[in-house]
Structure formats: structure tokens, C-alpha cells
């Protein structure tokens, strides 16, 4: 039986060379369509890597969704780190739990008509009919891409470990614009006719139901429960906004059966600092420091049109490199700026030289790349809102060869100039150029940059961090490589539950500390045994 599968396999196989072939000639550019055909049919003959190690559900169209079971397959090497049986037993328990209680179906016509009523609850239903949800909405203020997709990661892994269903609220109605389904057979977008669609506005950091703010009105208990919760997550939060992250309050929360989040946070590591989740966390990700990664392929998958720009990208830039580095420069006070700021320039150069990166540029001329032996082609691709650093790195390694006889190739994809979060083609452009820098070898990002943050988690990458500059200045180092993969809690809370103040949560556990960007930040890291 397995023979005749393969068999089939290398018909269809040899179909699909045909058809490239004949594509491919009718272009004239035959070497880029048959470098990505190959890559494609090397990477799908192995279905457990289509499935990233089981992390994927396999019910779902392939041609609807071409990033879903590409991306792994047919542009990287396989990710070396694995999903634990837990956490795959989850997802598969999840999605049926998704299928049961989503949009459309009976329980949740039962969950929403609840919505309405001024229905206070004082305990958690045990016979196993009552759906609970979490709701991740979209801030109308303007939220970067990589602040979006960061907390939501953060809110689905809330809604695994509570036993809830995770849906978002479009209110840009972009999502699908960028991203496949990840649930099969069910979806994940809020319906436009939902109660709580027309009270999303008033959501703010004092809204009367927030639960910060009811606890500072002492309107809320444990035999006291309303029907919806708003919790208050965004950097501006409040200190009582922030007992979401203790025990006893999350008890209070875990009643309510329908809670709404606002955040633009990775909170993922103060969940770990959660006495009654830390047990289900270490079963879920026994390697702590891979908790985006796996979350994050599993739940974002490019639509076809955006999977479309970073094929063409990879194919026509990076995929005959030996080696692709990739640097993303963010710089908050340039917005607009076309030149390269001179230190931030500087910084790059001597970060990429120090770490051995890049390789040096012979100034005398004296090294001459021949034809007669192929020099080492490392592509390097460049991500930020201005031309000026690429073009400034694209000209050193023109003008002058390199010390070691590399050949250096700089791509930049895009140069938006602002940041237009409100507009779809700017967050297309920046959601393929996340994952075109996923899929380097290597990658530089910006301190505190969430953009980098999300790349460095998709493609299992520890980054190398520029620090930031002081006084326009380029700091000594000039950059770090990171203690782990995991993006940075901007800002945890800084207290203790029981009535301590002070607390150093980056002090609690081995497997949490401050992040290297962001002093008072903290993450997870990966303790050696």
C-alpha cells in the first residue's frame, strides 16, 4: 500500500515539474521557478514537517491557504525545536471545543443572549454545556502590527489555559485580510451582530465594568460576578488592572462567562508567575522559551495574497544564498527621515562587523573577486521605514570587495516612510516582511522593537539586539545577542499579590528574567539543567 502511495506521489510529483517547466520556459527564467518548485517538493514529501511536528490540524484546504503547510516545508530548515504531546493534545481538545461553542452554533446563541442580561454569577458551571469565551479586541487607536499579534498570542494562551474560546473583534475588518482561519471548521471572528459589537467604543482604561475599576469601587466579589468582564491590559494600565495577574482575583475572573481584552502586551510571562497556571504551562511547553514560537505558527498563517509577496521576495532575493542575514531597523524619532541617522548607521556596521555578520570591506581595493572560483553569496535583507541604511550597506559592498571574497547582496522590499497601521497594504507589506525576515538565518532587530520581536519568534531565531543609542551615540557594545527567543513583557506588573510592593518579577523563578532591551521588561529564557 505504501509503495503504490509513493508511486502516486512521484506521478503527481513529475505532473507538477511538467507544468513548471512549461511555465518556466514561457517566462525564460526557468532558474527561479525550478529552485522554488524544488525547495516545495522537498519540504511536502514529509507530512509530520507540513504539520510542524503535529502543532497543525490537517483538515484543511491546502490551496485556501498556501502558508499554512508551505511555510515550514518550502522555505526554511525545519525548526529544531518540538511540540510537546501536551500541548498538541490541546490544540486537537481546543479546536473541538471551538467547533462546539463558536459563531454560528447552538451554545453560542445560549452564551450571547446572556449578554444583554444584568445576570450576576457566583460560581462556574460544572456540566460541561456552558461555553466561555474571550474576546481580543482591536484598540481604534493605531496599534502596530507586532503589539496585535503579540497580545494575541497572549490572549489565546489565556483561553487554553482556561478552558475558553478565543474570538477577535474586527473592527478595522482586516484580520482576514491578512490572516487564514486557524480553527478548522469553525471561525474566530466575533459576528458583526454581536451585542457586544456596538459596546466595544466605550471600552476604555475607566469603563465602568472594567474589572480594575470595580475593584477600585469595591463593586465586585466572589459571589458577585457580572456576565462580562472587560480587563484593561494596554501599557497605561493601572495597579488595579494589574491584579488580573494574582491568583485570588483570577479565581473571581474565571466566573465570568464572557471576558473582553484590551491589550497591546505580551503578557505571556506574568501568566507563568500564576501559581495554578505554572503546572499546565510547564506540561504545554517543557522548553520555555518556545511558547510564541509554537503559538505563533499555529495560530498566524498569511493569506494567499500576503503569502504571495514573501514567496516572490525569498525566490527572487534569498533563496540562492548561502547564508541570509537578516537586520530590522526600527528608529522612533526618525519617522519621515530619508538619510540613515549617521550613529544608528554606525551602530549597524559595527554590530554586524563584531559579530562576524558581515564580513569587512577592503577600503584599498586590494582583494578582486574572479569568476574562475564561486565566492560565498550571503544575502542580507533589510527591514525599515526608510531607504537609507540598505542603501548605504547596499553601496559598501559594491565599492569595495570584502575582506574574506564573500559577495554581500542587500534587498530592501519596502520603504513606507510612516508607520499607516489604519491601512491595508502597509500592514500586508509589513506581515510579509515579519516573515520574510522568519525565514533568514540569522537576524539583527532594534531594541523594543515588536516587529522584530514576532520575526525572531516565527522563525526560532535568537536575535542579536541594538541596544539603544545614548546621547546619538553608538553604545559600547553595540549590540547583544538575546538570552532567548521569547519576546519581551514591556511592562509587567511590579508589585506582589499579597499586599507586597516592590516585587522584582524578574526575580520569582529561574525560567523568567529582564529582557535585554527593556530594563524593567522580563521574559522567558531557557534554564539549563
Known amino acids: 500500500m505504501r509503495r503504490h502511495g509513493n508511486i502516486s506521489s512521484k506521478i503527481v510529483g513529475m505532473r507538477n515539474l511538467t507544468i513548471t517547466l512549461a511555465i518556466c520556459l514561457k517566462k525564460h527564467n526557468c532558474s527561479l521557478e525550478l529552485s522554488f518548485f524544488h525547495a516545495r517538493e522537498k519540504g511536502s514529501n514529509n507530512p509530520k514537517e507540513k504539520l510542524l511536528g503535529g502543532l497543525l490540524a490537517s483538515e484543511f484546504d491546502e490551496e485556501s491557504c498556501l502558508s499554512r503547510y508551505h511555510h515550514q516545508s518550502s522555505l526554511h530548515k525545519p525548526s529544531p525545536y518540538k511540540p510537546s504531546k501536551h500541548l498538541i493534545s490541546k490544540l486537537r481538545s481546543y479546536e473541538k471545543l471551538h467547533k462546539r461553542c463558536g459563531p454560528g452554533t447552538e451554545s453560542y446563541k445560549r452564551a450571547t443572549e446572556k449578554l444583554g442580561q444584568d445576570v450576576y454569577y457566583n460560581h462556574v458551571s460544572n456540566s460541561g454545556d456552558e461555553c466561555r469565551y474571550v474576546l481580543w479586541m482591536l484598540p481604534l487607536s493605531k496599534l502596530g502590527l507586532g503589539n496585535r499579534i503579540l497580545s494575541m498570542v497572549s490572549v489565546f494562551l489565556y483561553a487554553l489555559l482556561t478552558d475558553r474560546i478565543m474570538l477577535v473583534a474586527d473592527q478595522r475588518s482586516d484580520t482576514s485580510d491578512l490572516f487564514c482561519e486557524p480553527f478548522p471548521g469553525t471561525s474566530w471572528l466575533l459576528p458583526l451582530d454581536s451585542p457586544l459589537m456596538d459596546q466595544l467604543d466605550s471600552f476604555n482604561k475607566e469603563y465602568s465594568r472594567s474589572y480594575g475599576t470595580m475593584l477600585k469601587n469595591h463593586a465586585i466579589n466572589s459571589t458577585r460576578i457580572p456576565s462580562q468582564l472587560y480587563l484593561y491590559l494596554f501599557h497605561d494600565y493601572g495597579d488595579h488592572d494589574k491584579m488580573f495577574f494574582c ?93 540613515p541617522i549617521k550613529h544608528v548607521m554606525d551602530q549597524i556596521v559595527a554590530c554586524t562587523q563584531r559579530e562576524k555578520l558581515l564580513p569587512e570591506v577592503d ?58 497601521s489604519d491601512k491595508k497594504l502597509h500592514n500586508r507589506k509589513t506581515l510579509a516582511e515579519m516573515y520574510l525576515l522568519s525565514l533568514t538565518d540569522k537576524v539583527v532587530i532594534s531594541a523594543s522593537s ?50 507586597k510592593t516592590g516585587t522584582n518579577t524578574g526575580n520569582i523563578v529561574p525560567f523568567v528574567k529582564h529582557c535585554e532591551d527593556r530594563i524593567l521588561g522580563i521574559k522567558l529564557v531557557q534554564v539549563s539543567r
Open 363 to 420: 577600503t584599498r581595493g586590494s582583494q578582486v573577486t574572479t569568476t574562475e572560483k564561486p565566492s560565498k553569496l550571503k544575502a542580507v535583507l533589510v527591514t525599515s521605514l526608510t531607504s537609507g541604511y540598505s542603501e548605504t550597506l547596499k553601496s559598501m559592498y559594491w565599492e569595495h570587495p570584502t575582506s574574506t571574497g564573500e559577495v554581500v547582496v542587500v534587498h530592501q522590499p519596502s520603504q513606507e516612510a510612516n508607520q499607516q
Open 247 to 339: 491568583e485570588d482575583n483570577q479565581m473571581i475572573i474565571g466566573k465570568a462567562p464572557w471576558l473582553v481584552v484590551k491589550s497591546n502586551q505580551y503578557f505571556v510571562p506574568s501568566l507563568w508567575l500564576i501559581p495554578g497556571f505554572q503546572t499546565k504551562l510547564i506540561r504545554l511547553f517543557p522548553q520555555k522559551d518556545t511558547v510564541f514560537h509554537h503559538l505563533g505558527r499555529y495560530l498566524f498563517h498569511p493569506t494567499n495574497q500576503v503569502w504571495g509577496m514573501v514567496t516572490r521576495s525569498y525566490t527572487a532575493y534569498l533563496s540562492r544564498a548561502d547564508e541570509r542575514l537578516g537586520i530590522q531597523v526600527r528608529v522612533f524619532e526618525e519617522e519621515g527621515a530619508s538619510p
Open 450 to 499: 515588536t516587529f522584530g520581536y514576532v520575526a525572531q519568534g516565527i522563525g526560532g531565531l535568537k536575535p542579536w539586539i541594538l541596544y539603544k543609542p545614548v546621547n546619538h551615540t553608538v553604545p559600547d557594545p553595540p549590540c547583544g545577542r538575546a538570552i532567548s527567543m521569547e519576546p519581551c513583557f514591556h511592562v509587567p506588573p511590579v508589585y506582589g499579590c499579597k499586599g
